[in-house]
């Protein structure tokens, strides 16, 4: 059992199913991390780089159908009427009794 513990140990399995040793995924990890560092240099050096690393990052945004914004629209739009509603009572409510005390 200890020994398949220690196999467990030194070997990874990544999504696809494929063994690699620590030493290995550490390596991939640091390449990978120091690509990513020199195109985020590459892209913020450029006066448009700003703009196309917004440009990527929102192509990667999960974007709700139509269906989902109407429905959630509808729920906000309900909360805002209720809780409108609710602090207008209570703004009432405590503007009579305080004009009661005071006078």
């Known amino acids: 059992m ?5 196999k ?12 690699e040793t620590k030493g290995k995924a550490e390596a991939r990890r640091a390449a990978v991390k120091a690509n ?16 196309k690393s917004v440009s ?3 192509k990667k945004v999960h974007w709700p159908d139509k269906e989902k914004v109407v429905k959630y ?13 609710v602090i207008w009572v209570l703004d009432t409510a405590f503007s009579g009794v305080l004009s009661l005390i005071v006078g």
């Open 2 to 6: 200890a020994d398949v513990d220690a």
């Open 8 to 19: 467990a140990a030194k070997n990874k399995t990544d999504n696809n199913g494929k063994t």
């Open 36 to 51: 990513a560092d020199k195109l985020a240099k590459k892209t913020a050096a450029k006066p448009t780089g700003f703009f």
């Open 56 to 58: 990527i990052e929102l």
């Open 73 to 85: 629209t509808g729920v906000v739009f309900g909360v805002v009427v209720v809780l409108g509603t």
